[in-house]
């Protein structure tokens, strides 16, 4: 078991939640310790603490990153629900990430999925059409509705993101209504 003193230092995190497994992913619970890490731009650091190879890529989503370590700043139950990296147990090799974007029940989901999440995901070039979107998709769902008893799901797809769409449609997503981002 793994417990937080602050959040700039890693201490330790339920074993319960930390990694949800599936057939050949972690999908491994990024700390705040973590998150700054990346803020920082510590590439060895942020590897170290994971246990894998991280690609730069991952350093690219600062935006994000930043937006998820306020949220666990502000409200730390937020962690089992935040961002996964999405490890592959053969290679090392952070693959993606995968998380909710809130916890169960916000309100901006009551119209749709009154008790329900929204999750979002990205596979990193290299690693895609290699059916690992869909394992960690599965698993994150799984992991949700057996162990937390959430198995409402909301995902917000681009129009142009075929592979994402044809993806939803085989969980059996169904589109509930489209926006245009500003």
Not at 32 to 49: N, V
Not at 62 to 84: K, N
Request: with cysteine.
């Amino acid at each position: 078991m793994k417990s937080y003193t602050n959040f700039t230092q890693q201490t330790t995190i339920p074993d319960d939640w930390s990694v949800i497994r599936s057939p050949r992913l972690d999908l491994i619970s990024l700390t705040p310790a973590f998150l700054r890490l990346t803020l920082d731009r510590d590439r060895a650091g942020a590897e170290q603490w994971l246990g894998l190879s991280i690609p730069a890529e991952w350093f690219d989503k600062q935006w994000l990153v930043e937006l998820r370590y306020q949220q666990l700043q502000q409200d730390p139950a937020y962690q089992p629900w935040c961002l996964r990296a999405i490890g592959l147990r053969e290679t090392g090799d952070m693959a993606g990430y995968i998380g909710f974007h809130a916890r169960p029940g916000e309100a901006y989901l009551r119209e749709f999925a009154p008790n329900g999440v929204e999750f979002g995901y990205t596979v990193f070039a290299p690693f895609r059409r290699q059916g690992y979107a869909r394992e960690a998709c599965a698993a994150l769902m799984q992991w949700a509705c057996e162990e937390q008893q959430v198995c409402e799901f909301v995902v917000t797809i681009s129009p142009d993101n075929v592979a994402s769409t044809r993806l939803a449609q085989g969980f059996g997503f169904q589109q509930i209504g489209s926006h245009i981002d500003d």
